[in-house]
C-alpha cells in the first residue's frame, strides 16, 4: 500500500457545525502532516505528528484541532469555522521525521464553509 | 523576502521542447529539495528529490542543485500535453517541515 487515504473528498459544513476530517496511511511512515491550501497558492503547513506526538503547530487557530489516535491515523477536527477557512486540506505522511524523502499526500479533502 | 521563490509563469512551451523551471531558498541550512506536480483540482506528487550538488536525471526529468548559489532548477526534455500543471519547488530543513514555493504552471501545447 502506498498511499494516504483522506476521507471525506468534500465536505460542506455551516460555521456552528463541528466535522472531522481523516486521514490514514499503511507504510509505515513515522510523520504525518496536514496542510491546507487555498487556490492558486502553495500548500500551508498547519501541523507535523512525529511518532504520533504533535511536534510542530504553525500557529493554528484553535478552532482547528489535529489528533493521532495512532501511526496509521491522523484526524483534523473542526469547529466554529468561519468562510475564510474554505480550501483544500491536504495530508501527508514521510518516512521519517526529518522529511528528507519528501512526502507522500492524499487526494484532499476540499472543504467548503457556508 | 520569500523562504522559497520560483520563476513566474505561466509557462508555455511546444510539445517537444525543453521546460525549465527555476526555484531560489534562502536557508542555508537545507539539506533536501524537491519538485512536487500539482495538477488543476489534484494534489501534489513527488516527482525528483535532490540532496547534493550536481545533476540528476530520472527519464525524461533533470533536477540540479547548486548549493552555493541556493538555485534549484528542474529540466523536462520532450515535453508532453501531460506535463501540463503547477510545479512547486520545496525545501526541507530535515526539522520535519518542508517550505513550498508559489509554483510555476507549466503549458505544454500540441
Known amino acids: 500500500d502506498t498511499e494516504v487515504t483522506q476521507t471525506p473528498k468534500h465536505l460542506v459544513m455551516g460555521m456552528t457545525n463541528k466535522k472531522s476530517l481523516k486521514c490514514e496511511q499503511h507504510?509505515?511512515?513515522?510523520?504525518m502532516y496536514w496542510y491546507k491550501q487555498k487556490a492558486k497558492k502553495p500548500p500551508e503547513l498547519m501541523f507535523v505528528?512525529?511518532?504520533?506526538?504533535?511536534?510542530i503547530n504553525e500557529s493554528v487557530p484553535s478552532r482547528f484541532s489535529p489528533e493521532c489516535p495512532n501511526s496509521s491515523l491522523l484526524n483534523l477536527h473542526l469547529h466554529a469555522l468561519q468562510p475564510e477557512d474554505s480550501a483544500l486540506y491536504l495530508c501527508?505522511?514521510?518516512?521519517?521525521?526529518?522529511?528528507?524523502?519528501?512526502?507522500?499526500f492524499g487526494s484532499g479533502t476540499r472543504l467548503t464553509v457556508v | 523576502q520569500k523562504e522559497v521563490e520560483q520563476n513566474s509563469g505561466p509557462l508555455s512551451v511546444p510539445e517537444g521542447a525543453i521546460a525549465s523551471l527555476n526555484c531560489t531558498y534562502s536557508?542555508?541550512?537545507?539539506?533536501?529539495f524537491f519538485w512536487y506536480r500539482q495538477y488543476s483540482g489534484k494534489s501534489p506528487e513527488l516527482i525528483m528529490s535532490?540532496?547534493?550538488?550536481g545533476d540528476k536525471e530520472d527519464g525524461r526529468f533533470t533536477a540540479q542543485l547548486n548549493k552555493a548559489s541556493q538555485y534549484v532548477s528542474l529540466l523536462i526534455r520532450d515535453s508532453q500535453p501531460s506535463d501540463s500543471a503547477t510545479y512547486l519547488c520545496?525545501?526541507?530543513?530535515?526539522?520535519?517541515?518542508?517550505?513550498f514555493g508559489d509554483g510555476t504552471t507549466l503549458t505544454v501545447k500540441p
Open positions: 535532490i540532496y547534493s550538488n
Open positions: 505528528y512525529s511518532y504520533e506526538k504533535l511536534s
Open positions: 536557508d542555508r541550512v537545507s539539506q533536501s
Open positions: 501527508a505522511s514521510s518516512q521519517d521525521t526529518t522529511g528528507r524523502y519528501g512526502y507522500t
Open positions: 520545496a525545501v526541507n530543513e530535515d526539522a520535519g517541515k518542508s517550505t
Open positions: 507504510m509505515g511512515h513515522r510523520a
